[in-house]
């Protein structure tokens, strides 16, 4: 009698023993499971049944399924471990309990088709006792989506972690608990921690007991609110070394819900003792300085009422003059030391009020030389840094002081612009304008050989970008100098009778 293997239409073929095997039985078998199946000889290996998801699996009518043996539908018979199908099936068909129902099942991974497209499948191999005779039943699924993803994700994950080794700066991940769950090998140098030990452990553990608590505080902040947070601590080093520290924590989110926090750690020794030394050094030569410009300010005035020579005396003059704006410029470093220490967060100021403290701050013999109009309406509110009326106050006095005209003029106005989210701010003046050295602080050209002369834009324009804002500088309708202020306007609107603007604010901040 022929060999039937390949016939669908075959009700039972001879088995090993040479006794008819019921094949209609192994088909019904293979069609009531509704993942891709397939039943095979546990000695020859050769296929027997097969469900139509294994032959949509693979890609072959059932019919030539059955013509083949179970390591023919594979380009090799080699798993992904490296064991051969034929030694994954000996091992199948030598597990104790085969025939139950709980028999133990042997697993593979299996690249049927190499290339692109490839085609890699999960395995399930058992023995079963199907009509009083052994079977090995084999489960197949498709895999090659999901091993895609996974090495996409081992190439991204190695590319992370080269990146993380790279950065300068300590990297980690902490778990919902907030324990270390990822970390870079800064955060082992800066702890002193072997990476072992950091495995589980809190993070605000690694700073001391002083400090610790604004490291839970920003963790908190992170997992209840979702903010990114920054905080200075102290690290405290496996060798019990108190190192500055500082973090900034961010949150990782599945949906809307929090489930970690990421974030950046950066020793701060040496930015600390060069501030240290550099606050030193500043203070000291303010001090000196503003003295001995004093000196030469107090003789040089005794120096001209001594003398009748109109070109000495002229000479004397500009010796003063000159002294009087390295003063100014001396005071104007402080402020921007000042500014730039304490690193102030916008807040919102009532406009109107702001220019009302900036002119009244304005020196004597200033305000009374030129004329101001302002035009601020009430009720502006801007986002900006309390130092707001400083900057206006630099620009008002800078065109006066620099304006020849017997009667010089100012004028300040505001408007919220039609977007409403902006607020525009212009100081314009009849003086001879702003020389371009000066100008060029705000766009970057200033060199060595064609510089500005003085702090006051400087301190102008960090003044108004600290609050999220820009300055420009054009020429007035007058001829002088136009200077806009592009100010945020405040989220919130401000209540008839608040009183957001304190001009003591910013000095008691200092």
């Not at 690249?111 to 497209?117: E, I, K």
């Amino acid at each position: 009698m022929g060999d039937r293997r390949g016939d669908p239409a075959a009700d039972d073929r001879p088995s090993s023993s040479g006794d008819a095997v019921p094949t209609g039985i192994l088909r019904a078998f293979v069609e009531a499971i509704p993942t891709p199946t397939l039943v095979c000889d546990p000695e020859t290996l050769t296929i027997r049944a097969a469900n139509a998801p294994a032959a949509d699996l693979l890609g072959h009518d059932r019919g030539t399924l059955t013509l083949m043996g179970l390591p023919d539908i594979g380009e090799n018979d080699v798993t992904v471990s490296g064991e051969s199908i034929a030694e994954v099936a000996a091992a199948a068909a030598r597990l104790p309990g085969s025939d139950g129902a709980d028999a133990p099942v042997e697993r593979f991974e299996w690249n049927l088709r190499l290339g692109s497209p490839g085609l890699r499948v999960d395995g399930a191999l058992h023995a079963a006792t199907i009509a009083g005779d052994e079977w090995l039943v084999v489960g197949l699924s498709d895999a090659t989506a999901r091993v895609a993803a996974e090495t996409e994700r081992d190439a991204e994950r190695r590319l992370v972690d080269a990146l993380a080794e790279t950065v300068p700066l300590a990297l980690f991940r902490c778990t919902e608990e907030g324990t270390l769950a990822r970390w870079n090998g800064r955060l082992a140098a800066d702890s002193g921690y072997d990476p072992e030990s950091l495995s589980g452990r809190a993070l605000a553990s690694l700073f001391d007991e002083e400090t610790g608590g604004r490291v839970t505080d920003a963790l908190s902040r992170v997992y209840r609110e979702g903010e990114t947070v920054s905080r200075e601590a102290r690290l405290l080093t496996r060798s019990g070394e108190r190192v500055p520290y500082r973090l900034s924590v961010g949150p990782v989110t599945d949906g809307d819900r929090v489930v970690g926090a990421v974030g950046v750690g950066e020793d701060l020794t040496e930015a600390s003792l060069r501030e240290e030394r550099l606050a030193v050094l500043t203070r000291v030569l303010r001090h000196n300085f503003r003295n001995d410009l004093n000196v030469v300010t107090g003789f040089t005035g005794r120096a001209i009422e001594a003398v009748d020579d109109p070109e000495l005396t002229g000479q004397l003059e500009r010796v003063v003059d000159t002294a009087e704006r390295l003063l100014r410029l001396g005071e104007t470093s402080r402020k921007v030391e000042r500014l730039l220490s304490q690193r102030p967060s916008p807040r919102p100021v009532a406009l109107a009020p702001a220019v009302d403290a900036a002119l009244e701050s304005l020196p004597p013999e200033i305000r009374e030389r030129a004329a101001v109009d302002v035009d601020v309406p009430e009720g502006i509110a801007v986002s900006a840094v309390a130092y707001l009326p400083e900057a206006i106050t630099e620009l008002v006095d800078n065109a006066v002081r620099h304006n020849d005209a017997d009667d010089p003029r100012v004028r300040i106005s505001a408007a919220e612009l039609p977007s409403e989210s902006w607020v525009s701010l212009v100081v314009a003046d009849d003086g001879p304008g702003i020389p371009p050295a000066e100008r060029a602080v705000l766009t970057g050209e200033e060199t060595p050989l064609d510089h500005a002369s003085g702090l006051g834009l400087w301190y102008v324009n960090w003044i108004v970008t600290a609050g999220g804002g820009s300055l420009d500088i054009a020429e007035s309708k007058a001829g002088g100098s136009r200077i806009e202020l592009s100010l945020r306007a405040a989220e919130e609107p401000l209540p008839e009778d608040a009183d957001l603007f304190d001009p003591d604010a910013a000095e008691d901040g200092a």
